[in-house]
């Protein structure tokens, strides 16, 4: 195994968090197995309503990004491949390409038996090809991408290098939409220091990436790409983590039979802190739409 400084995840390695069974993820998450924040509209019930919010964010994206029609597209940190899917059957994409530390989200992809998508166990920063993509996602997964135990220069030049491995795959012009939480700098508590500490934990759902600053991703994305469109979509992230909840709630007990009373309740913490410190304005959850120089 090659071990390369600064990396999240070591090469050829998987990521842990998704030792946790898909089976268990299918109870969380609900069927669309989407694991980042969805476009509720008012009145719309949580849970009733999950699986079409977060497809209406896909279809949002797609749509942000120009990809219907388009030839290839990539979606860096697929998680389950939803994303992948719907490209290439509700929006005529030819071919999607996913990139997942996972290999269990890899098989999970390779079980729709979709032969124009593909899902890759491959972190970021190896991915490379002359094949270059008209668009690319990357969905709630820039969070976890860069480990939170560098210092803020070593964690620029990581930032930098993102943004610079997806812009190397892009066709100038190319889009790339972005949701990714971001972090303020507010005043921090007692309560809130400790829960960002669990965060942290090596045994946390969310364990090994640093949520940015807006400005870190700014920084590093200059020069490289032109900024089309930035949207503070904070609610669309704490609503989904309260949907989560709810439905945990609703089934708890498979949950624990499936997971464990330890590793459910780890969950139901990491979900809690994340809604909360949204919804008081210590997160935000930015859509950033840019476009390959
Ligand atoms: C919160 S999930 C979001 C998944 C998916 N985009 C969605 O919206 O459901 C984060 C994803 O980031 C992926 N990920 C974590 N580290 C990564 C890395 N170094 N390179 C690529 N993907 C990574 C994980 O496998 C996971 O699928």
């Known amino acids: 195994m090659t071990t390369v400084p600064g990396r999240s995840v070591p090469k050829g390695d998987t990521i842990r968090h998704h ?12 069927p669309t197995m989407v694991c980042s924040g969805g476009y509720w509209e008012d009145g719309e019930g949580l849970t009733e309503t999950l699986d079409e919010a977060q497809e209406r964010k896909l279809d949002r994206f797609v749509e942000l990004a120009g990809a219907a029609g388009t030839r290839r597209v990539l979606d860096v940190g697929c998680g389950w491949g939803t994303m992948l899917n719907r490209l290439t059957v509700v929006h005529g994409v030819e071919q999607a390409v996913g990139l997942t530390p996972s290999r269990t989200q890899e098989q999970f ?11 890759r166990v491959e972190s970021w920063e190896d991915h490379t090809t002359q094949d270059l993509y ?29 943004f610079s491995t997806v812009g190397a795959v892009l066709k100038p012009g190319a889009r790339f939409v972005l949701h990714t939480m971001t972090a303020e700098t507010l005043p921090v508590n007692g309560r809130l220091l400790e829960d960002l500490r669990f965060l942290r934990r090596a045994d946390s759902p969310f364990h090994a990436g640093h949520i940015p600053h807006l400005h870190e991703l700014a920084q590093a994305a200059d020069g490289l790409f032109d900024v089309i469109e930035i949207v503070n979509e904070r609610e669309s ?8 909840l709810h439905r945990l709630a609703q089934c708890r007990d498979v949950a624990v039979v499936l997971a464990g009373e330890e590793v459910v309740a780890r969950f139901e913490r990491c979900l809690g802190i994340f809604a909360y410190t949204l919804e008081d304005k210590f ?4 859509r950033v739409t840019i476009a390959r120089r």
């Open 237 to 244: 992230f704490a609503v989904a983590c309260r949907a989560w």
């Open 134 to 162: 008209d668009a690319a996602f990357c969905i709630n997964a820039l969070e976890q991408v860069v480990p939170s135990v560098l210092a803020p220069r070593e964690r620029a030049e990581r930032y930098r290098a993102f």
């Open 109 to 119: 992809i390779t079980g729709f038996g979709n032969p124009r998508i593909s899902a």
């Open 19 to 30: 030792e946790v069974s898909d089976a268990f993820y299918r109870l969380l998450l609900g």
């Open 283 to 286: 997160f935000n959850n930015f």
